[in-house]
């Protein structure tokens, strides 16, 4: 399947008819370089389908907003800028924001090697300051490309908690985490995820699996 059939069908993911108190988003985000993206040659549009700051304002984020909500956006260092101006498109007021610092990686980059991502908070309607005694500092390993870490959820979720901001969604998730609501073309299908519960196998298998048992079916009845 190409990118630009997948980016398509992306688009014509509709949003859940819900509100949510939380909103976790991590946009594919287009580099005008082509070392680092602007290209179906290199960088990130070769991992997976990008889109364009045009577009990702345009997605229909404020429909699944609730009147008193937080928005987490995670943006790469050098899309900061075009981060802000989506939250502001997307209903929300920038607040603060989350740094991931990326150990055992090089990064990339031209000024300096990039070994940080951050992730912008905002708010919408009256939110209460969080008054959190946790950093906004997290450092780990990177996992598989634009995986998220772990410990960024164990910072967040008790926060979510506490002040009663659910229920909560993750946009362009890769997959659907527990007490998450999960929306993105990554997103394993019920069968996939039934497939890895009984088998114990990661969600990649899972999907090759679900894919071989199609082809077989689709074989059987051209017999």
Known sequence: MSKEIELKQKKSIPFPDKKYKTI????????????TGGSLKSGSAQ??????LKEICNLEVPKISAKKSVLFLWATVPLIREGLTVMEKWGYEYKTFITWRKIMSLGMGYWFRGQVEINLLGIRGKVKA??????????C???KHSQKPEKFFQLIEPIITKFDLNPKIELFA???RENWEAWGLEVPTTE?????RELSITIEDAEKVYSDI??????KVEE
Not at 24 to 35: F, Q, R, S
Not at 47 to 52: D, E, I, S
Not at 214 to 219: F, G, P, Q, Y
């Open 24 to 35: 976790l988003a991590d946009p594919p985000w287009t580099y005008e370089n082509v070392k």
């Open 47 to 52: 991992k997976y389908p990008t889109m364009t």
């Open 130 to 139: 969080f008054r959190s005694q946790k950093p906004n500092f997290i450092q």
């Open 141 to 143: 390993k990177v996992g």
């Open 174 to 176: 890769r997959e659907k």
């Open 192 to 196: 996939q995820r039934r497939l890895q």
């Open 214 to 219: 199609i082809e077989l079916a689709k074989k």
